[in-house]
């Protein structure tokens, strides 16, 4: 029974161990990051918060019913029902019902739903905003593993190099075909290398720990990425600069959401304005009570509610004549706040631009220095073979060979960098279209 026990207590561990370590793809980053975001959820919360604004507004066209009751006590002189006075002690009781609907405000409601609903579509946007900046974010870390992963692996690659020319001169030394001293630079150039390995062990390490952070985990230790399968120059499409910002520029969050807060505004100067105009209400009231004198024939309590039940009806118009100019200057004010709005507008319009041409530009330089890369490594990868053959037969020094594997290390660098510059460039403009 034990056996058992430890075998599926085993089992479950090493399920859980493949679990842990399975390596995360693109859209499961971005996922999880959308999900475990606290900006994400910031501004969801104020998207809840701008709805529930709209919704009110509306509902604000409702009539009101509210209910009421008092209960008050009189000692001394007070008034009677005859509405003459008695030094006496007395008591009276009322409840009520009434309601209230407003007729005509110079259509400030109407105006004031307009612009709340604009603020729930502008809390829309932000939210859009934010999840595709964190979408960015979150690509941007993910490319930034695969690049020094393939750092790290060029940095292992040249030191395997270096180790097998170790190996192969301790034999020779062993022959006695090679003074010992010789070995001593290529171990100070191992030496060397594996302090390039370590870096840029540590350079994926933090690059990971920055992806994490990202996603907003506890526990990058098993955290592990796959390149997607769509990661290839033949699959990738550069769009052009126009083609992209003309299509950004209708759909885009940040576009939207500045437009949605320039119609708020507008409303604000109409919902101002409508200040100007009377306000005309329409009410219904209903009610009755119940007093008491003491040393006083008093009706029973049935009786003067059937008998003091009263009915009203009637409209209240309240007409502005002279607000010491408040209406007048927050009209002012609203039309401001407009201007400032239309200069919010065209200025996200200018930096969505920028942004676009950058990342552009930016990838035509990189696909540039992508290409030279790709041939500097061709004529790199030769010299350094046709100087390990010179070496090899005693026509090269070791610092010649150390300079041809330095210079072919470096190409393979510039050309992953600049490959993977290229492949986030396409993908930003992607996500900006």
């Known amino acids: 029974m034990k056996t058992k026990i430890y075998m599926i207590v085993g089992a479950l561990l090493v399920t859980l161990l493949v679990n842990a370590q399975k390596p995360w793809t693109l859209q499961q980053c971005v996922d999880t990051a959308l999900a475990n975001n606290r900006n994400i959820k ?5 998207k809840k918060t701008k709805d529930i604004l709209y919704d009110q507004a509306r509902k604000n066209l409702l009539p009101n019913l509210n209910a009421s009751a008092s209960q008050n006590f009189y000692f001394g002189r007070s008034t009677t029902l005859n509405n003459t006075y008695q030094n006496t002690n007395s008591s009276q009781s009322s409840i009520g019902i009434g309601s209230s609907l407003t007729l005509f405000d110079g259509l400030k409601m109407k105006y004031n739903i307009d612009a709340s609903k604009a603020d729930m579509y502008a809390s829309d946007a932000d939210l859009e905003k934010i999840k595709s900046d964190i979408t960015t974010s979150v690509a941007a870390g993910f490319l930034q593993i695969l ?9 292992i690659d040249q030191l395997e190099l270096t180790k097998t020319k170790i190996e192969q001169r ?11 001293g010789e070995m001593y630079d290529l171990l100070a150039e191992e030496a060397k290398e594996e302090q390039s390995k370590i870096q ?17 985990l506890d526990n990058f230790q098993n955290l592990d ?67 008491y004198f003491n040393n006083y ?13 009263s009915t009203q ?6 007409i502005p004549i002279f607000n010491k100019f408040d209406v007048h200057n927050r009209v002012k004010m609203a039309e401001i706040s407009v201007l400032s709005s239309k200069l919010s507008v065209e200025n996200a319009k200018l930096e969505l631009k920028k942004t676009i041409q950058q990342a552009y530009y930016n990838a035509l330089g990189a696909k540039s220095r992508w290409d030279a890369a790709l041939k500097s490594e061709t004529a790199s990868r030769e010299a350094y073979r046709f100087t390990n053959q010179k070496f090899e ?13 330095s210079n072919l290390t470096q190409v393979l660098s510039e050309q992953a960098q600049a490959k993977y510059e290229y492949f986030f460039r396409i993908k930003l403009l992607e996500l900006l279209k």
């Open 200 to 216: 840029a062990q540590n350079t994926l390490n933090l690059s990971f720990l920055d992806l994490a952070q990202i996603l907003e």
């Open 393 to 405: 037969a005693g026509r090269a020094t070791l610092y010649e060979l150390y300079q041809a594997k």
């Open 170 to 180: 301790k034999g020779l030394v062993a022959a006695g075909k090679m003074a010992e």
């Open 42 to 46: 910031q501004q969801a919360l104020t």
């Open 297 to 309: 024939a008093n009706k029973s309590f049935n009786d003067q509610l059937s008998g003091n039940m």
């Open 225 to 291: 990425i796959v390149a997607p399968e769509n990661l290839s120059e033949s699959d990738l499409l550069l769009l052009s600069a126009d083609e992209v910002y003309n299509s950004a520029i209708t759909h885009r969050p940040e576009i939207r959401g500045a437009e949605y807060r320039l119609k708020s505004n507008e409303n604000n100067i109409l919902i101002n304005k409508a200040d100007f105009y009377p306000k005309l209400t329409f009410g219904a009231q209903f009610g009755t009570g119940y007093s």
């Open 147 to 155: 690049l020094n992963k393939e750092l790290l692996q060029i940095a």
């Open 313 to 318: 009806l009637g409209f209240s118009l309240n």
